[in-house]
């Protein structure tokens, strides 16, 4: 089968606020054969056809999407999808899944023993990583789908320390303090029960990142609020909640970086890991250009990435340079475990 060239994404000057989704895009359910999994930003964009419902994406169709749907930068977009692309995706078919293995793409080329398959984007290690927000780790639990006792204990902290809703009267509006309050906890719980915790740089940073998202890309447009029944529409139900806008202005790494770093310095973590004897140890961290682009795209990528030449290689090239250009990094190839 001949390669594909990586999709180069069509980008729209048009990145203000926006009522999501438009009436070419109604909520379908996915079918049983459609691919989900542990991104509800990804999940919500498929089952509004802003990304193909059947969950098997481009790196364009990815970028395109995130960036319509809910204003996420060209350059964050650009470096989420290659990484996944790259980890989990067909590099030479330029397909990626959001879910699990899919019979859509096939192996990639060279590495029919498996060992770069590409499983999709559920699979643990690389992205999906421990300490997420309302799905379990992979070594205790359900690591790709919502878990309603998880969501629970975010509806407690917003009821904590929530704002006041100006319609029910009563806090339920998901705030800054509410993450800082929440994912201080979510450690504490999950370093006790997860024998096996890894919070190295790279999954420490997406792990934040991702409570960013919730605040920065969830909350609506107008008033740049997030009510609890709209964070519920996106983690539950996968759809866009009732008169919904997009963010008024594209948020960038700068953006979700400030914005993680403030819900992490309310009670400072370092990244680390659990020890077998379930101390947790924070790691020391390599001198590199930027130690989250080192972990993320040069330590967890496969080192047999650069062996793959020709059109391949040109895919390659392409998404590990997306990787670095959010960081300001020059590309250091990947030395990770095949
Ligand atoms: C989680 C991929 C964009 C919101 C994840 C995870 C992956 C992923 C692999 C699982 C990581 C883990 O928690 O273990 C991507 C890719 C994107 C993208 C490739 C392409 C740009 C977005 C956008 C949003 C979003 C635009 C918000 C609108 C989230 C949230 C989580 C998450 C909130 C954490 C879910 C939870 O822990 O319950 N994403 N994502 N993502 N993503 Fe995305
Ligand atoms: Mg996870």
Known sequence: QPGVPISIPVTSNC?????????????????????????????????????????????AQIVEAVGEGFNMEYDLAAALAAFAMLGRGNAYLD????????????????????????????????????????????????????QEDLYDELLLYTGKYGDDSPVTGNSSIVTLKVMQEFKYSRFLEDQVKNPVLEYHPGRFATSYGEAAFVLEFFANGTDGKLSVPAMGSFFRYQTFPQNFYRRPSPADIGVIGWTSHRIMIAHPLRPGANAPNGTYVPDIVPRSCDHVYYDLAVKNLPATLMTTTGLFRKNIDFLLNKTATPFDCPVIPPIGAP
């Open 95 to 146: 397909l990626v899944s959001i879910g699990g293995e899919s019979p859509l793409i096939p192996p990639l080329p060279g590495f029919i023993d498996g060992h770069h398959a590409p499983y999709g984007i559920s699979k643990h290690g690389r992205f999906e990583g421990d300490m997420s927000i309302t799905r379990q780790d992979a070594a205790i639990g359900d690591n790709v789908n919502f």
């Open 15 to 59: 990145t203000g606020i926006k009522k999501i989704p438009d009436d070419d895009h109604p909520f379908i359910a996915p079918g049983p054969d459609d691919q989900r999994g542990p991104c509800p930003g990804l999940n919500t964009l498929a089952n509004h056809g802003y990304l193909p419902r059947n969950g098997i994406v481009t790196f």
